[in-house]
């Protein structure tokens, strides 16, 4: 059977919020210590740390759109005034939530990385800034507190403290969620979803009299974890909550024992299989959480859903060495295409994390690499416009088998594609990604109301092979190469590499009269 894929410009779908590219950081393990920042007297906790120059340019290099931040499960034992004021004073605490496993995760936090430090780094990124405050072991009026130090007039008690501490104008955060995955047991502060919905009530009430200009996130669950929560919550405080957050990692950390069976069942190729189709389940899943949605609010609802948490992960090595594959690389540029499609209510998305943990980039000592990983964001947060296309996809597929939480699948096509275009209508990207471990796929493209024309910009992430790894002093083993094209010379057939993520950039025929 000849692939073949039909791109419909006349046909917008939705509109794709840039801030499903976003990021996460969190005080655990070498994300923040020992990744994002430098310890200038190593072995002495309390620093002085410095950011990394060198990784903060890679990080500007994907543009990244929106960081949340202390957490994640840090944020519920986290206290936000242990971080602020002179770094030198602040207290050297134990922290709360990971100590819980040794210095593996981290136990002490020197608490030199706080609220005006985050601040710091978003600005410096050209990022909104998403803070998670502390629902577990905090307070209403703690989080208020926050929100007044953050945002409030140079007036009140916190606008003054933040002057005392060198920075007079209000910062103006906007996006705040309250409290992270209450359902779990794992969770300090772990809740039914009843007392969750009258503690968030509680915290908002009091953050909005500080500030009644701030958009909510509300702790929604997977049904994986808890299938009634996301409707008893919304029941509740519905009306109430902006973004309902959603948590997704595959095949799961829980489900170690599962991905080992799977490989030793069906090898590498059925690992591989497994993953590059695993982006259908978090698509699957993000669809539960719409139905969840519709059947408490009603279809026409302004409840929005926010996947603030992602990324593959199945063995608790990746918290120190991610040592993700081109494979893996394919997995998050399949989640985008997901994002894509369930762009009409999925407005932002953070993968776990930036740094180190699962990370996107690899730190330790003097030295810094690109994983695999971090090239998906490269392309598409450069390459994807605002406008998502119809699409349509002939080709062959394949079955999967379970790995971990990733179920078995069947008739999984070997491409998967998104069309995105340029606000003013003149530029087409073509995004597709070639699932098949060993064979080239030649494929018909067939355009409805565009005309391609001029030269072709041609990006291709691609490795020597599936599993093929980046890592210090070798992170280009795995990226991206591009090329130029005469249109001409390569539609409307083109064929795209084995194991590979391709974006075609199309510029509009322009016909000019005489």
């Known amino acids: 059977m000849r692939a073949g894929i039909e791109i419909d410009a006349a046909r917008i779908e939705s509109e794709i919020e840039p801030m499903i590219y976003g990021h996460f950081i969190e005080n655990m393990a070498r994300c923040i210590y020992g990744g994002l920042l430098r310890n200038e007297r190593p072995g002495f906790i309390r620093g002085p740390w410095k950011l990394r120059e060198d990784l903060l340019a890679m990080v500007k290099e994907i543009k990244p759109p929106v960081i949340r931040w202390p957490g994640g499960l840090f944020a519920d034992g986290y206290h936000w005034r242990d971080g602020v004021g002179p770094p030198g004073a602040r207290p050297l605490k134990r922290n709360r939530y990971w100590s819980r496993y040794g210095p593996f995760t981290r136990?002490?936090?020197?608490?030199?990385?706080?609220?005006?430090?985050?601040?710091?780094?978003?600005?410096?990124?050209?990022?909104?800034?998403?803070?998670?405050v502390n629902l577990g072991t905090g307070s209403a009026r703690e989080a208020a507190r926050w929100v007044e130090y953050m945002n409030g007039a140079a007036d009140t008690l916190e606008?003054?403290?933040?002057?005392?501490?060198?920075?007079?104008?209000?910062?103006?955060?906007?996006?705040?969620?309250?409290?992270?995955?209450?359902?779990?047991?794992?969770?300090?502060?772990?809740?039914?979803?009843?007392?969750?919905?009258?503690?968030?009530?509680?915290?908002?009430?009091?953050?909005?009299?500080?500030?009644?200009?701030?958009?909510?996130?509300?702790?929604?669950?997977?049904?994986?974890?808890?299938?009634?929560?996301?409707?008893?919550?919304?029941?509740?405080?519905g009306d109430r909550v902006d973004y309902l957050s959603i948590h997704i990692y595959l095949p799961g950390p829980e489900r170690m024992a599962g991905v080992l069976a799977a490989r030793l069942r069906n090898g590498s190729a059925g690992l591989y299989h497994g993953i590059?189709?695993?982006?259908?389940?978090?698509?699957?899943?993000?669809?539960?959480?719409?139905?969840?949605?519709?059947?408490?609010?009603?279809p026409d609802s302004s409840v929005e859903v926010t996947l603030d948490e992602w990324n593959l992960w199945w063995k608790l090595s990746q918290l120190l060495v991610p040592r993700f594959t081109l494979r893996d690389a394919l997995f998050v540029c399949g989640t985008f295409h997901a994002l894509h499609r369930t762009s009409h209510f999925v407005k932002m998305a953070n993968i776990a994390q930036m740094v180190n943990v699962l990370g996107?980039?690899?730190?330790?000592?003097?030295?810094?690499?690109?994983?695999?990983?971090?090239?998906?964001?490269?392309?598409y947060t450069g390459l994807a416009g605002p406008k998502r296309l119809g699409t349509k996809v002939k080709c062959e597929t394949f079955s999967t088998t379970r790995v971990g939480g990733i179920p078995s699948m069947r008739d999984v096509p070997v491409l998967d594609c998104t069309a995105t275009m340029s606000e003013d209508?003149?530029?087409?990207?073509?995004?597709?990604?070639?699932?098949?471990?060993?064979?080239d796929v030649p494929v018909e493209l067939h355009f409805d109301g565009f005309s391609p024309g001029g030269q072709v910009d041609v990006h291709c992430l691609n490795g020597p092979g599936a599993n093929s790894v980046n890592s210090y002093g070798r992170d280009e083993v795995v990226?991206?190469?591009?090329?130029?094209?005469?249109?001409?010379?390569?539609l409307p057939l083109y064929t795209f590499p084995a194991h590979s993520v391709t974006a075609l950039v199309l510029k509009a025929q322009v016909f000019r009269a005489g």
Do not use: Q
């Open 360 to 379: 996107l980039l690899c730190a330790r000592g003097e030295r810094v690499y690109r994983s695999t990983i971090y090239y998906p964001f490269l392309m």
């Open 159 to 237: 606008g003054r403290r933040r002057a005392e501490y060198g920075r007079s104008e209000p910062v103006g955060v906007r996006l705040w969620g309250i409290g992270n995955e209450m359902y779990g047991i794992w969770s300090l502060g772990h809740c039914g979803p009843l007392e969750y919905a009258r503690r968030y009530a509680e915290f908002r009430e009091a953050m909005e009299a500080v500030d009644p200009d701030l958009r909510y996130v509300a702790v929604g669950a997977d049904k994986y974890f808890n299938k009634t929560w996301n409707r008893e919550v919304l029941s509740e405080i």
């Open 107 to 132: 136990v002490l936090d020197p608490n030199v990385f706080g609220s005006d430090e985050f601040i710091e780094l978003v600005n410096a990124l050209g990022a909104v800034p998403y803070v998670n």
């Open 276 to 298: 590059v189709a695993a982006p259908l389940e978090v698509e699957r899943r993000l669809n539960l959480v719409k139905k969840d949605i519709d059947a408490a609010m009603g």
């Open 425 to 439: 209508g003149m530029t087409l990207t073509l995004f597709v990604i070639n699932r098949h471990m060993t064979d």
């Open 479 to 490: 990226g991206i190469k591009r090329e130029m094209f005469d249109a001409g010379d390569i």
